[in-house]
Structures are given as C-alpha cells and as structure tokens.
C-alpha cells in the first residue's frame, strides 16, 4: 500500500473530516485530520459598537468599534481598522442601525476603504424612513456581505456618509420588559475562506 501511486487509488467516498493524511513536519511522518487541514490557519474576527456615532455631511465618516467580540488572527487596530493575517480571500458581513430624527426621510451611503483607499463598487445607498413623531423616529438596518481579496496585514475600514446631520448610527441598551439584549450600532465579522 505505501508504494501505491495515487493515480491508483480509488476515489474517496463523502467525506467527515476525520479521515487521516500522512505529512512530514520537522522531518517526522506525522498524521492529520482533514478537518485540522480546513481549519488551518482560517482567521476570523467579530466586532462591534455600544455607542451611537455621528458622521459628516461633506465627507465619508469611518464607523468605529469598541468591542471585540471573538478574534483567532483578525484584529482591531485603531478602533477602525479590520486587519488580516494572512493573504487569502475574506468573507466581511456587517450591519449598521440608521436612525433619523428628521421629519422627512434621508440617505446614507456605506463602502469600504482598503488600506485607506475607497473601494471601487463597493458603495450601497440606504434610505432611512421619517421620525413617526417626536418620540419615535425612523430607522433602517444596512447589511452588507462582500468577498475580498486581500494580502497579510491589510486592513478593511467601512466608511459612511449621510445626507442629513439627523442620520446617525445608534446603539439600543437591553431592555427589561419585554426582555431582550442590547442593540449594538454596529457589528461585523470577517472569516477567512481561503
């Protein structure tokens, strides 16, 4: 069997992932799991924000964080700055609360910069419904998912721009009755996939 060419060898049935490849590490034949091969070295990261944040009407705003939730290799640096570890292809999710305290509707615009550069294509535009009264106001979720290409030690930053000073990101505290969590203004992920 150990002199068996690959090309003879039947083909694999579905995998589990608990089955066994041979490798050499430091000069010993050693054993590992298929499932140790696709975890390895995938970073990921998760963040998110418990404070309300205000942007600029002439110029994109970067949305800053101030928690990290869960981190294997990605990191925060600057409150702002989603940094990779490795080169390979990311999954980034995000999602942002809009608030308007405004009586008529308004917009904002979401992209990413990459290394301090705007990401071409990246931009979506949201458009956050009018206050209902003095008391309760609009609100509208962004949510974004993109793949990226992206070489160690880049970072990703999202960068918003609303059309009105009465836009802003904001952040809800748990309530007691009815019971349920807090609402960060902002919360995303990044997976490494490949």
């Not at 802003?168 to 349920?180: D, F, G, H, Q």
Request: negative net charge.
């Amino acid at each position: 069997m150990a002199d068996q060419k690959i090309s003879a060898m039947p083909t694999a049935a579905t995998l589990t992932g608990a089955e066994l490849i041979p490798m050499v590490q430091s000069g010993a034949n050693v054993k590992a799991t298929l499932d140790s091969f696709r975890n390895f070295d995938n970073a990921y990261g998760g963040f998110s924000d418990s404070t309300d944040q205000t942007g600029n009407i002439s110029t994109g705003t970067v949305v800053t964080f101030n928690t990290v939730d869960i981190t294997d290799g990605v990191t925060l640096a600057s409150g702002s700055r989603i940094t990779v570890p490795n080169t390979g292809k990311y999954n980034l999710q995000f999602s942002i609360q809009f608030k308007n305290t405004n009586n008529a509707q308004d917009d904002a615009t979401v992209w990413l910069r990459i290394n301090g550069i705007d990401l071409a294509n990246s931009a979506t535009q949201y458009t956050i419904p009018a206050r209902k009264s003095a008391s309760i106001f609009g609100y509208n979720v962004a949510s974004l998912t993109f793949l990226l290409d992206l070489v160690a030690a880049d970072y990703v930053e999202i960068v918003w721009l609303p059309t009105a000073t009465t836009i802003t990101i904001e952040a809800l505290p748990a309530s007691v009755s009815p019971v349920y969590p807090a609402i960060p203004s902002i919360i995303a992920t990044m997976l490494q996939v490949a």
